[in-house]
């Protein structure tokens, strides 16, 4: 691997793009494999997967993630598809953790594989978790991502507060008609367990088997959430996302929203993404990508992939242009950008 702080990538060089925004964090999909096959991600029938030499090794992601701190970035979100289906992904998280500039680094995870692993998880010096569950009822679960799996998710939630994972933060894409009567559950379960409960809006991404129809917005879920009681605003720490947080009066956790079409947070996003295949993109709801895999394996140096970095924020766009309506898509999969 190159030197990463060479000439023309040192400290200081910041990801700043034309919007005046600091983009310091980096969402790494380490695979487009998935053990579950949710309404909104997967569409019917068979779906091609990435021919596993397409798929950034180990190693070359983490020449980008070095180049990456060179030019800024500072936290990084390991997703998938799901990334504990990849052979090797404990040792890779060690690794990324053992970097001393890197502030944060997190996994996402739907929690299947959770229970089995956590302790290997915690032990490679992640702190921080995300668990995708849209439904806290085993047979609606079942219905939403293909699996009954739902036992094995709530187990490896169960073990990652025992093992002290904080702060374990739980996603929940809002769905009407589907799993909308489940808000104010997951509303409640912030009450007297520790969790962040992060609302999500549905966006259109790739070919599903949900559309705009099926969308609920964040003023509506908050609303719903308010009559449980008091929604107090909590303020963002430094490496925070999107999402706007409030706990309950005299909770032990919080409810958070993340409103990516009702209430753009474009303005301050900070946001890169590596996807499986080693492309490069500035925004989640967009195609617009660059890619960066051929140029790793022809024997580009470590500037020249920087200059990518830059190319890609000066080409981010103000704000993303997907409606409420759904007259505007994402093609590309989600499983393979990582959500």
């Known amino acids: ?10 400290i200081g060089c910041e990801l700043v793009d034309r919007e005046n ?11 487009d494999r998935c053990n579950l096959r949710c309404l909104y991600c997967v569409p019917e029938g068979r779906i091609p997967k990435l021919p596993h030499g397409d798929i950034l090794s180990y190693e070359e992601i983490l020449r ?7 030019l800024g970035i500072r936290k990084v979100r390991v997703t998938g598809g799901e990334p504990l289906v990849r052979k090797g992904v404990i040792d890779f998280l060690a690794q990324l953790t ?17 229970a089995p692993n956590a302790q290997r998880i915690f032990d490679a010096g992640i702190r921080r978790i995300n668990i995708s569950l849209d439904s806290l009822d085993a047979v609606k679960y079942a219905q939403i991502t293909g699996y009954d799996q739902f036992k094995q998710v709530w187990t490896g939630i169960e073990r ?17 008609g589907i799993n909308d009567d489940e808000i104010l559950d997951f509303g ?6 520790p969790f962040h409960i992060r609302f999500i809006e549905y966006m259109p991404i790739g070919n599903s088997r949900t559309s705009s129809r099926d969308q609920i917005l964040t003023p509506e879920i908050q609303a719903r959430i308010a009559t449980i009681g008091e929604l107090i605003p909590v303020s963002n720490g430094h490496n925070d996302g999107p999402a706007r947080r409030f706990c ?10 993340i409103s990516a079409l009702s209430q753009h947070f474009c303005s301050h996003c900070n946001r890169l993404r590596l996807t499986a295949d080693g492309k490069l993109r500035a925004c989640l709801l967009s195609d617009h990508h660059a890619p960066l ?29 997907l409606c409420p309506d759904g007259m505007t898509t994402v093609k590309d999969q989600m499983q393979g950008i990582g959500g």
């Open 1 to 10: 691997m190159g030197n990463p702080f060479e000439k023309g990538i040192g």
């Open 21 to 31: 925004r600091h983009l310091n964090y980096l969402r790494i999909s380490i695979t």
């Open 64 to 70: 980008l993630v070095h180049i990456g701190i060179g």
């Open 98 to 114: 053992r970097i001393r500039e890197l502030e944060d680094v997190s996994l996402t995870t739907n929690g299947v594989l959770l």
């Open 160 to 176: 990652a507060l025992e093992i002290g994972f904080m702060p374990i933060k739980i996603n929940v894409v809002a769905m009407r």
């Open 188 to 193: 409640r379960l912030s009450l007297n367990h």
């Open 248 to 257: 309950l009066k005299g909770a032990q956790g919080e409810v958070g929203f």
């Open 293 to 321: 895999r051929e140029l790793l394996r022809s024997g580009g140096s470590d500037g020249q992939l920087a200059e990518i970095f830059r190319i890609v924020v000066q080409q981010k766009a103000a704000k993303h242009r």
